[in-house]
């Protein structure tokens, strides 16, 4: 066993988020239920939000991961096809679209992307170690 060091101390909180634990599907999803908690905060919500009221009653939203926004649709806009990354939708619906996304991203509708995002911040992790091992080489 490790002798005691107290960088070891993580507050219980961050000890649940850490990001070496979670998938990036456990990512989206925490964020879908934050933006839904957030949502029905209103006003006294905390945190960034990744949804923003416009014209009058509808959401625009985005589903994100490692910053990045998952690519929620795609369509043909004048025979070219979109990625669509964000989207809206009535405000009295917005929990139920969540809900919806979460469902695909559980059926696993978005593993392609988010194993390709597994893999960049994995690649990013790795180059992380790799430039603070040279610099206390050095």
Known sequence: MAKFNPAMLVPALAAEKTSGA?????????????????????????????????????????????????VLERTKVEDTEVAVKEMT???????????YYADRIKAGEYDVQLQALSEK????????RKTRADKKGE
Request: hydrophobic share 40%; no cysteine; charged share 30%.
């Open 22 to 70: 979670r998938t990036s599907k456990d990512v989206a999803l925490a964020n879908i239920n934050k933006m839904k908690e957030q949502f029905a905060a209103g006003d006294g919500a905390e945190g960034k939000k990744n949804f923003k009221p416009i014209d009058g009653d509808r959401i625009q939203f985005t589903i994100r991961v490692s910053n990045t926004a998952l």
């Open 89 to 99: 939708v009535p405000a009295a619906n917005f929990t139920d679209a969540l809900d």
């Open 121 to 128: 911040k994995a690649f990013r992790a790795e180059k992380l």
